[in-house]
């Protein structure tokens, strides 16, 4: 079982930079991958970035050159830099952890079995 909490998250005007946190607890030495979801009201959560356990990386093109996912190398800590931010990336965002091993990181949901709470990241002029 893994625990996550998510935190950073706020109002921000456009261009600028919210830096996300995901506090992992719990048997994370078997954690594989790790990712940022969003979902804004109405809309399909929708995967954002993940990272595995060897710091590969994997983006939506939607925040490509924008958005940087990192965790602390033992999987215990995993951040989001968002930077350059647009109405369009107000959602809340999750973190999530999956346990098990694949050949290819995923942005899909299924692919994740734990989940936090969510923090909410708020975007306007």
């Known amino acids: 079982q893994v625990q996550l909490v998510e935190s950073g998250g706020g109002s921000v005007k456009i261009g600028g930079s919210l830096r996300l946190s995901c506090a992992a607890s719990g048997y994370t030495a078997s954690t594989y991958s790790m990712g940022w979801f969003r979902q804004a009201p109405g809309k399909e959560r929708e995967g954002v970035a993940a990272?595995?356990?060897?710091?590969?990386?994997l983006y939506a093109d939607s925040v490509k050159g924008r958005f940087t996912i990192s965790q602390d190398n033992a999987m215990n800590t995993l951040y989001l830099q968002m930077n350059s931010l647009k109405p369009e990336d107000t959602a809340m965002y999750y973190c999530?952890?999956?346990?098990?091993?694949?050949?290819?990181?995923?942005?899909?949901?299924?692919?994740?079995?734990?989940w936090g709470q969510g923090t909410q990241v708020t975007v306007s002029s």
């Open positions: 999530a952890a999956s346990q098990v091993y694949t050949r290819f990181l995923t942005l899909g949901k299924g692919g994740y079995s734990y």
């Open positions: 990272i595995d356990r060897y710091s590969t990386t």
